[in-house]
């Protein structure tokens, strides 16, 4: 067992909440030119109506890896789109924003996701949420970045599975950034932030704007 196998034990859960709430406030239709910026085949596999003009754009080509028929597949940096302005009726982003690393970059994702598409939607884990949801270990974002370069390969589940070498650890240190309720306002102005909980409390963030 690795990893991907925990993650797939209850991600499909949390995937399907999520993509009927996509349905219900963004309410895509047939033929809609959707953006996946981040994303992969696999999350879209049920969507039926929807896939016939997506795009799905991710820097990682392994996450591209998989043909899907009716899909168009590009690698690329969601920080720098290489899209019109607008030219997608939705661009929806499933935890991916954390990804990119420093804050600026996180400025320039937000950016050219509101400049490409009339409606957006954009997912992203909470800090505030007591898990951290990469490693699966309860307060570890929460620690000094020092702390967390100490006990991220032999105090997190991640680090128990996958022995990380320092490197590694380095790697993922500089790429993930969870964002706050605050941020995310400052990331999305012209957008409504809702709330995806958990257990009672706040476990991801979304950025939404419906309006054309």
Same mark, same amino acid.
């Given at each position: 067992m690795n990893i991907h196998d925990v993650f797939n034990t209850f991600s499909p859960y949390f995937r399907e909440r999520r993509m009927r709430r996509f349905r219900s406030l963004v309410a895509p239709a047939p033929g809609n030119r959707i953006l996946d910026?981040?994303?992969?085949?696999?999350?879209w596999r049920e969507a039926s109506g929807l896939r016939s003009a997506l795009t799905l754009l991710n820097p990682d080509p392994a996450a591209l890896e998989v043909q899907d028929q009716g899909i168009r597949l590009l690698r690329g940096d969601g920080c720098d789109l290489p899209f019109a302005n607008r030219e997608f009726e939705i661009v929806f982003s499933n935890s991916a924003i954390e990804h990119v690393g420093?804050?600026?970059?996180?400025? &320039? /994702?937000?950016? +050219? *996701? !509101?400049?490409?598409?009339?409606?957006?939607w954009v997912q992203t884990p909470a800090r505030e949420f007591f898990i951290e949801p990469h490693l699966i270990t309860p307060f570890f974002h929460w620690l000094p970045r020092g702390c967390q370069r100490l006990l991220m390969r032999n105090f997190t589940v991640r680090g128990?599975?996958?022995?990380?070498?320092?490197?590694?650890?380095? &790697? /993922?240190?500089? +790429? *993930? !950034?969870?964002?706050?309720?605050?941020?995310?306002?400052?990331?999305?102005?012209?957008?409504?932030?809702?709330?995806?909980?958990?257990?009672?409390?706040?476990?991801?963030?979304?950025?939404i704007r419906t309006d054309a």
């Open positions: 910026v981040g994303g992969t085949p696999e999350f420093s804050w600026d970059r996180q400025l &320039a /994702f937000a950016k +050219e *996701v !509101r400049r490409v598409g009339t409606k957006i128990w599975m996958e022995r990380p070498h320092p490197t590694a650890v380095e &790697a /993922f240190l500089d +790429e *993930v !950034r969870l964002l706050t309720a605050a941020e995310m306002r400052i990331l999305f102005p012209d957008c409504t932030i809702l709330r995806e909980r958990f257990l009672g409390m706040t476990k991801s963030y979304i950025a």
